[in-house]
């Protein structure tokens, strides 16, 4: 979704306002892609500050479907996006000072609303997603979902190359 700046950067610097749908249906990161399953509107705000500098602030909210880290069951992540960005549409990234924000999502006139949600969600990925904090994961042996129920396999031990590190472990622990 696009909304056009020229009001705000024009001589009248007028505030642009806006609440549009999120567009965005699957987020695509290299890890894989994650469905968005639920999204609200979008609210954007977009003030004149000085020069080409803008304020622009954005909220939204979507669930996107991760899969559990332990049991790659499917988890329901919300994402709360409250995003206050201070542009310069005038400088390129090179030339940024440390105030101000990437202006990645502004190509000419237009503010690619997706570009910039997207960009608050790569900063918000969560580093650990679990079905439930007592997720007790997959058998390393057949694959089972220890979750639904045990199996029968034998717990494998302790690969032979890994004994050095336990007899180090065991050899230095405090007391």
């Not at 009248?12 to 609440?19: A, D, I, N």
């Not at 101000?100 to 949600?117: A, P, Q, T």
């Not at 580093?127 to 396999?153: A, F, H, I, Q």
């Amino acid at each position: 979704m696009l909304i056009n700046l020229s009001d705000t950067l024009s001589d009248q610097h007028r505030t642009v306002e806006e609440t549009v749908p999120l567009t965005m249906d699957v987020i695509r990161l290299k890890s894989g892609e994650y469905p968005v399953v639920s999204s609200g509107p979008v609210h954007v705000r977009a003030e004149h500050i000085r020069g080409k500098e803008l304020l622009i602030h954005a909220d939204a909210r979507l669930v996107a479907v991760i899969p559990c880290d332990r049991c790659l069951e499917d988890v329901r992540y919300e994402f709360v996006l409250d995003s206050t960005k201070h542009v310069d549409v005038g400088l390129s990234d090179a030339e940024l000072t440390e105030e101000l924000d990437e202006s990645n999502f502004i190509d000419g006139y237009d503010l690619d609303v997706d570009k910039l949600l997207y960009n608050e969600i790569l900063s918000g990925w969560p580093e650990k997603v679990l079905c439930r904090e007592d997720c007790k994961g997959l058998c390393r042996v057949c694959g089972r979902n220890l979750n639904t129920g045990s199996c029968d396999c034998e717990e494998p031990g302790l690969d032979p190359r890994m004994s050095v590190v336990r007899d180090l472990f065991q050899k230095f622990k405090e007391v």
